[in-house]
């Protein structure tokens, strides 16, 4: 396998991602690709790269890798076993320092058949990568980023929160609500974010007066 990270999602992952969710066609294959010691050593790489530990590292956090994944394209093997096709998600624990953090990898195959990966927003939020990437303007403008004369921030934690009704007429998905917490220079803004899946997509809402403003310890 081999990795890369990437610091925005390419339009051939997009693609991938549009075909909806799925699962991994020989479970052994995958099984015994993700539990390759060599391969949970890049994984760890990569989660190590979410903005949330780059800001507040922990250095003598305890990670573990879990074996829980959210299949956005199905895994498909070829008949050697080497990785032909496939979309996922898989998560991370590290805990230490006071909290513990759900870190979160995009894994895709890239039209040449290598994997690549990088780091999604850290929590339990059911967006997949692309939603993510369009709701972050949403939350930035109800959390007022960016912060004037601040040259940082990030994404401190995601939280799914509850399902909030039934599906519109012709949609699968019920609509969500999460809490997203930003963090920058002098502050952290807690922005209750709203998705509605609809024909067309998922609409997303978010605003200034449901977001609620911390003061951040790290810049005290």
Same mark, same amino acid.
């Given at each position: ?19 909806? =969710? ?16 060599? =391969? ?67 894994? $895709? ?15 339990? !939020? ?18 007022? $980023?960016?912060?004037?004369?601040? /040259?940082?921030? $990030?994404?401190?934690? !995601? ?12 949609? /699968? ?6 809490? $997203? !917490? ?19 997509? !998922? ?18």
């Amino acid at each position: 396998m081999k990795f890369s990270h990437l610091a925005y999602i390419p339009a051939f992952a997009i693609y991938l991602l549009s075909i909806g =969710e799925g699962f991994a066609d020989d479970n052994a294959d995958f099984s015994k690709m993700v539990s390759d010691p060599t =391969e949970q050593k890049q994984v760890l790489k990569v989660a190590m790269q979410s903005g949330v530990v780059l800001n507040n590292p922990c250095t003598s956090a305890n990670i573990s890798i879990l074996n829980k994944f959210t299949f956005y394209k199905p895994v498909a093997f070829d008949s050697a076993g080497h990785p032909a096709a496939g979309a996922w998600k898989q998560s991370i624990t590290e805990k230490g320092c006071g909290q513990d953090r759900l870190l979160n990898v995009f894994f $895709w195959l890239d039209p040449n058949h290598s994997i690549r990966a990088m780091p999604l927003f850290p929590g339990t !939020t059911h967006a997949d990568p692309v939603l993510q990437k369009d709701a972050m303007s949403q939350a930035a403008m109800a959390a007022q $980023w960016p912060e004037k004369d601040c /040259k940082t921030g $990030w994404m401190e934690n !995601t939280e799914f929160l509850k399902e909030t009704g039934a599906p519109l007429d012709g949609v /699968k998905g019920k609509p969500w609500d999460e809490l $997203w !917490t930003l963090a920058s220079c002098t502050k952290k803004a807690q922005v209750t974010m709203h998705f509605i899946p609809d024909k067309t997509g !998922t609409t997303i809402h978010a605003s200034l007066q449901e977001t609620k403003f911390l003061p951040n310890k790290l810049a005290q």
